[in-house]
């Protein structure tokens, strides 16, 4: 089956840095992405992963590793309006997007 | 700014009763979805269409049905309720051919049934 994995939940300070993980299991890959969703919003855009490396954008950077299965979001300069959930999807080989739960991300002051 | 504007925002549905979900973009987007979010899983396609006048199933497809008569408008049908369908409900669009591929997302419909 297809399957993407990432913590439930995660907790940093503001103005920290935080990497939250993805790691994926799916039938073909053809691109990761990372949206961010504030509680009771909808999903935005973050980040889009194809090749292997990393993708920067401001504060907000994402990884990618198509051997081992896994990126990361990483963000740094925590701010408070950066708590949300974080949405890992990877887009299969029928183009279908498969997504992971979400992690929450609580930032204290 | 409009994109995707979804109604109702909420909906509390008695069990057996029908139900419409709207969802209407304005950004001449070709490929629309509808997705369920629960707790503690991720977003699941309900349905999809890539152009007007096509539609196809995704992973969670049963019980519901959609239309997609124009660009613009791609309604969720629950033709009766049942409390599992009990979720919020987002409409997505894409832009085709766009390597991305990224989704702009309504912001969900919340549907209770008891």
């Known amino acids: 089956g297809q399957n993407i994995d990432q913590p439930t939940e995660m907790t940093a300070t503001e103005g920290a840095i935080v990497q939250i993980n993805c790691t994926y299991q799916?039938?073909?890959?053809?691109?990761l992405f990372w949206y961010q969703q504030h509680a009771g919003e909808a999903p935005t855009f973050l980040s889009y992963?194809?090749l292997d490396g990393l993708e920067e954008k401001g504060r907000f950077s994402s990884f990618l590793s198509r051997s081992k299965g896994y990126s990361y979001l990483l963000l740094k300069e925590l701010q408070m309006k950066d708590s949300a959930s974080y949405l890992c999807?990877?887009?299969?080989?029928?183009?279908?997007?498969?997504w992971g739960a979400g992690t929450k991300l609580i930032i204290k002051p | 700014t409009a994109g995707i504007t979804q109604a109702p925002t909420s909906q509390i549905l008695a069990a057996g009763r029908s139900m419409t979900l709207r969802c209407t973009q304005d950004?001449?987007?070709?490929?629309m979805y509808w997705y369920r979010q629960d707790l503690g899983l991720g977003l699941r396609l309900i349905h999809y269409?890539?152009?007007?006048?096509?539609?196809g199933k995704g992973e969670v497809p049963d019980g519901y049905s959609v239309s997609r008569a124009n660009t613009d408008d791609f309604p969720l049908t629950l033709a009766s309720a049942v409390p599992s369908q009990t979720s919020v409900y987002f409409c997505?669009?894409?832009?085709?051919?766009?390597?991305?591929?990224?989704?702009?997302f309504g912001e969900g419909s919340r549907l209770t049934v008891l």
């Open positions: 997505a669009s894409s832009e085709a051919g766009d390597d991305t591929g990224e989704l702009f």
């Open positions: 950004m001449r987007h070709n490929a």
């Open positions: 269409s890539n152009t007007a006048g096509t539609t």
């Open positions: 799916t039938s073909g890959f053809n691109g």
């Open positions: 992963n194809v």
């Open positions: 999807a990877v887009r299969d080989s029928n183009y279908q997007l498969i």
